[in-house]
Structure formats: structure tokens, C-alpha cells
């Protein structure tokens, strides 16, 4: 069973930036797709991005698209999520997840993913 702890949120400027870690312990990430969702209050949880086990192939929400980037480190076990260029619409708490059943495919789904982070939130006050 992975664990997965988030960080890097907080407060931030329209315009600015942010990174978003999220560690894994208790097995290696390798063997997991890794994605990251975000969720608004009182919407749904969303797909933001999702990189394959390798780090060679990544897919990614059409509203984020050019301004995050998803990478990964399999060596440090930690996925990351870089945000730029941050607009007042990504505030929202932001999920690390992990799925274990595909290998070259890289799900967008939410009920695609098994283990889940806490969650960390950023907000870009308008």
C-alpha cells in the first residue's frame, strides 16, 4: 500500500506560481501512473494531470494546458506539479493520486486511481 502526502500549497497571486510535491512512502512510485485533481468547493473532483510510470508520456485538463506541468522522480519517490501563471479559477484543494492498473494508457477518471493523497490546498484570491 502507497501512502501519499501532499505539499507546496498556499496563498497566492493571480499571475504567480507554485509547486506541488506529493511523496509517496511504502512503495515505490514506479509502479504506479500518478496523477493530480483538484477539487473547488461544492464541485467535483477534477483531472488536472497525470504522468505514466516512466515519466515519458503525460495528459493533461484542456484549462490547464500550457501553465502546469506534471513531472516526476521516481528516484525521490515524489511526484510533483508545477502551476503557473495562476488565476483566481485554480483555487481549490489539490489531490495526489496513484493507480496500479495501467501501465502505458494514463487515465483521467477519478474512479481510475486507488490511493489518494490528503490533499493541499491553494487559493488565488481575485
Known amino acids: 500500500q502507497v501512502q501519499l502526502v501532499e505539499s507546496g500549497g498556499g496563498l497566492a497571486q493571480v499571475g504567480g506560481s507554485l509547486r506541488l510535491s506529493c511523496a509517496a512512502s511504502?512503495?515505490?512510485?514506479?509502479?504506479?501512473?500518478m496523477g493530480w485533481f483538484r477539487q473547488a468547493p461544492g464541485k467535483g473532483r477534477e483531472f488536472v494531470a497525470a504522468?505514466?510510470?516512466?515519466?515519458?508520456?503525460?495528459r493533461y485538463a484542456d484549462s490547464v494546458k500550457g501553465r502546469f506541468t506534471i513531472s516526476r522522480d521516481n528516484a525521490k519517490n515524489t511526484v510533483y506539479l508545477q502551476i503557473n501563471s495562476l488565476k483566481p479559477e485554480d483555487t481549490a484543494a489539490y489531490y495526489c493520486a496513484a493507480d496500479t492498473y495501467w501501465t502505458t494508457y494514463i487515465p483521467s477518471q477519478p474512479d481510475d486511481y486507488d490511493h489518494w493523497g490528503q490533499g493541499t490546498q491553494v487559493t488565488v484570491p481575485s
Open positions: 511504502g512503495r515505490p512510485i514506479s509502479t504506479y501512473v
Open positions: 504522468i505514466n510510470r516512466s515519466g515519458t508520456n503525460t
